[in-house]
Nanobody, 122 residues
């Protein structure tokens, strides 16, 4: 069973930056892709970014390309999402997620953490 724990959310002004981290445990052969998803109030869960521990990717959602960067530390089993040029529309609960192969479809991730709130004020 994969366990994912997010940290690093908070409140930031528009144009600012935040860094999210995800600690993964229990990762085995079947869960080699890790991703960040987000869900804003009243909206469906959205794909943000993904990376393969084997080196594949990264992959980004269109709304965050050029502003967000995903990276992984295989030795520490952590995945980081560096978010820059944040806008109010980036406000959401951000989830770390895992599946065997990276997908840009949020609903295809069977495992995710408890989420961390990111709020961007205008």
């Amino acid at each position: 069973q994969v366990q994912l724990v997010e940290s690093g959310g908070g409140l930031v002004q528009a144009g600012g930056s935040l860094r999210l981290s995800c600690a993964a445990s229990g990762r085995g052969f079947g869960y080699s892709a890790q991703a960040w998803l987000r869900q804003a109030p009243g909206k469906e869960r959205e794909f943000v970014a993904a990376i393969h521990w084997s080196g594949g990717g990264p992959y980004y959602g269109d709304s965050v390309k050029g502003r967000f960067t995903i990276s992984g530390d295989n030795a520490k089993n952590t995945v980081t999402l560096q978010m820059s040029s944040l806008q109010p529309e980036d406000t959401a609960v951000y989830y770390c997620a895992a599946r065997p192969v990276a997908s840009v479809t949020a609903s295809q991730y069977p495992f995710w953490g408890q989420g961390t709130q990111v709020t961007v004020s205008s």
